[in-house]
């Protein structure tokens, strides 16, 4: 597993230069038997839940979050993966469920979403880069019923569609700013029918939260079926079952309901299945492989996306809702650079020793500590050591959090791997035999509706004061009320970087309001998404997209993922 990481580029260096199992081998270790295994090359494969025998094991379950994020990076999927080869290393029989990568911001930003250093789920470069075609097989999914929309409209439109009021969008892959609002049907009357329109991100799409949500393929088809694509002229909900399609877009997706088995550096088994983004979406990996995972080991670890006011809040209130899951215990990543940050610190200014921003940065931290102690929980952080940070930091910030009263220990699987995580994974393994915390309970009442659930989500999770529906919001309030859709839970659309909807306040901002701008009712999803601020389900590059960096060597090999 060693390798001699090359300057610009460490991750890819060390994930390529690894020796990596046989799938095989991984898959008998997870104690998945040969019939359920279908192989894509040697070291991928999909698992057919269908042919795993009955099992009676349920594992622990951790739940790895974050601080608020900062461009200067927290390293979440790395501590979680590293967490997980630490539990291996301890002789746990262990698993990790991640996320897959997204090609927007593969391409855009991140450059890559497998870890990082010696903490990587592997091969790196193909996870990373399509994969097994499960987006892919979301992205024909959603843009074949968008299709078959549009040509209802155009065959006599027996439903009375008002194409006005689809809501239905198309996806695509990629961030494509150019496509948020388009009009479709140019061209003559054999053309469709005129009407506008826009792209999201795949990772936005309802097709992927299903997926996510599913507990099989009957309620993959379910769910499909309850699909509301826009209503009619007389303000009735149209759904995919009206157009008697679920069937077709149901069997678009067989394949990619099955979860995905790769491996850490580290040797431990890891599914890897579905992405939806936590700041516009739930945020979690599918429930098919965390129910998977769970029957399947001892210690199983996952994680939700951005920080815990997003991907964590979402997986406690949603996902864990509907599933019936109970996390175990939950971690907090945290960094003296995205501390530093919130303290006051500009990124150029990073690598210089300030341990009072970094205790300033605290309040941030601090926030996230508190709130995930209100799903009775009582989290571990993970303080994930990066180069440029010095002993000084370090220590402060692990004194201010004992002193505190908050679990933590320094996490440094970057560059040891499972041995840099054993100090964190004896802290959870505490927490989890301590019973420390109340035990886990959601945070809201679905039952109480729409507007008490996110009043309680701003107060209590996001600092703020109240709730402002603006915009399309009161509307869609009474529409929701109509149609008896505001009993649903809320999926809350967002700035990472904020505990408001404005990205430019760091730290723990309070006294503020939540700008609602719309309310869309995601039926099959099984919640209505909650659009604030100025957040958008396209996003689009930066002015140097990770593209520019990326390439492939004389040999074929990829080069500038990270």
Request: include cysteine; aromatic fraction near 4%.
């Amino acid at each position: 597993m060693s390798a001699t990481p090359t300057t610009d580029n460490p991750d890819l260096a060390i994930a390529q230069a690894a020796t990596l199992e046989p799938i095989t081998a991984i898959a008998e270790r997870a104690g998945i038997p040969e019939d359920a295994l279908i192989p894509h090359g040697r070291y991928i494969a999909k698992i057919d839940p269908r042919e795993l025998p009955d099992s009676t094991r349920t594992g622990r379950l951790v739940l790895v979050s974050a601080m608020s994020p900062t461009p200067a990076g927290e390293g979440k999927s790395t501590t979680t993966v590293g967490l997980a080869d630490a539990f291996t290393r301890m002789g746990l029989r262990t698993m990790v469920a991640l996320r897959e990568p997204a090609l927007g911001p593969i391409m855009g930003i991140k450059g890559g979403a497998t870890g990082g250093g010696y903490s990587q789920v592997v091969p790196m470069e193909d996870i990373n880069l399509h994969f097994t075609g499960d987006f892919h097989a979301i992205q024909i999914a959603n843009n074949t019923l968008a299709a078959l929309i549009d040509n209802h409209l155009q065959q006599g439109n027996e439903l009375d569609i008002d194409p006005r009021r689809i809501q239905w969008r198309r996806v695509v892959d990629v961030n494509d700013r150019a496509l948020r609002s388009v009009v479709i049907g140019l061209g003559g009357a054999t053309e469709g029918v005129v009407r506008q329109d826009g792209f999201d991100i795949v990772v936005a799409s309802e097709v992927m939260a299903i997926l996510c949500l599913a507990t099989d393929l009957a309620d993959l088809e379910r769910r499909l079926g309850d699909v509301v694509i826009g209503l009619s002229y007389d303000r009735e909900p149209v759904t995919v079952r009206d157009l008697r399609v679920e069937g077709a877009i149901a069997m678009l997706l067989k394949d990619a309901i099955r979860p995905n088995l790769v491996q850490t550096l580290g040797g431990t088994p890891a599914l890897v299945h579905g992405g939806p983004f936590a700041n516009i979406a739930h945020g979690c990996n599918s429930l098919v492989a965390t129910r998977m995972a769970l029957g399947l080991a001892d210690m199983v670890v996952t994680e939700a996306g951005f920080g815990s006011d997003l991907g964590a809040e979402k997986f406690l209130d949603i996902k864990a809702r509907h599933g019936g899951l109970t996390p175990d215990a939950a971690v907090v990543v945290a960094t003296v650079r995205a501390l530093k940050m919130h303290g006051g610190v500009v990124k150029a200014d990073l690598g210089a020793e300030d341990v009072e921003a970094a205790l300033r940065g605290t309040e941030n931290l601090r926030r996230h500590v508190t709130n995930l102690r209100k799903f009775g929980l009582e989290p571990v952080i993970a303080l994930n050591r990066f180069p440029t940070d010095t002993e000084a930091e370090l220590s402060a910030v692990q004194d201010w959090a004992r002193g505190e009263g908050f679990r933590v220990a320094l996490s440094e699987v970057w560059e040891h791997g499972g041995a840099g995580g054993e100090a964190l994974a004896e802290q959870v393994l505490a927490a989890i035999e301590a019973g420390e915390g109340e035990g886990y309970h959601p945070l809201y009442d679905p039952e109480a509706g729409i507007e008490e659930s996110l009043r309680t989500l701003a107060r209590e999770v996001y600092g703020a004061e109240d709730v402002v529906f603006e915009g399309q919001a009161p509307a869609k309030l009474r529409m929701l009320a109509r149609n008896g859709w505001d009993r649903l839970p809320v999926c809350v659309a967002k700035t990472q970087y904020s505990f408001s909807d404005d990205a430019t306040r760091l730290g723990a901002p309070s006294e503020h309001v939540l700008h609602v701008r719309d309310l869309v009712p995601k039926i099959g999803a099984g919640f209505v998404v909650a659009l604030t601020g100025s957040i958008m389900t396209m996003p689009g590059l930066p002015k140097e997209p990770a593209a520019l960096r990326m390439g492939l060597d004389e040999q074929g090999n990829p080069r500038g993922l990270f």
